[in-house]
DNA sequence: AATCTATTGCAACACTGTTGCAAATATAAA
DNA sequence: TTTATATTTGCAACAGTGTTGCAATAGATT
């Protein structure tokens, strides 16, 4: 995979910042660097390279993170919080949910997201 | 609100059924019984009187499904499964997550979604 | 510098969900 | 049963998210 401006500026855009960011997020911010189509295609690279992971947010969006401490194969196991005040979205890499399915389920993914208030708007 | 065929025809789907429908699905059921715009307000109307509950699935698109056993105000705490094979998504009503978020968040809605294989597909 | 292949821009599209407004209809009142 | 009225519906139009095909462009390698 090679390295462009498009994926470079992105990936400085989310590594330089704990929070997430979605598409559209990330387009506003660019201010015209690239096509809209490009950033999907890049942040689909990051992803596969391990530098992000994404998920869906509580309002069904999908949405970009750094990868700091995520493990191998379980960027996903973590919980995500969305304040309905100030709009972030954060990686609660700390927070990973128990639950205990029947045992003729066979989970593969997982998605836990809350909502709320965070710390700054508490 | 009042009661109208298309409310009825809509409840009667979901209610018979374990599983969680999207819009589409519903569209697809109904056969032109009525505006797919009506479905979307019909499909509020029935949550506002606590029929049906929503949430989002691991793909980011609306869900909704019967209320059976969901304790008054807490509809969206249970986990949700879709099946990556056959494709179902069915309410885990018994299956709760427990969890610690950092006291400095307050948490006010959840979402917990699994994929994997259902017990049909296992 | 020339070559090769991955990446990009563009246009077009599918899908989900929302809104405004006029017409239709369920329900309550006469 | 008929009338009045407020709710619901259909339609058209729209915004937002995400995807695809294809030709043009630009990294990387030699
Ligand atoms: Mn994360
Ligand atoms: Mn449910
Ligand atoms: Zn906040
Ligand atoms: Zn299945």
Known sequence: MRNTVAKTEI???IKSSNQAFSHAEIEAKLEGLCNRVTIYRVLERLE????????????????????????DHHHDHHAHFNCTSCGTVTCLEE??????????????EVNFTLS???????
């Open 11 to 13: 990936l400085n855009l």
């Open 48 to 71: 596969e390279e391990g530098q992000i992971h994404k998920f869906v947010n509580i309002n069904g969006v999908l949405k970009f993170a750094a990868c700091h401490d995520c493990t």
């Open 95 to 108: 927070v990973e949910p128990v639950y205990k399915v029947p045992k003729k389920y066979k989970v593969q």
């Open 116 to 122: 709320g208030l965070c710390p700054n708007c508490c």
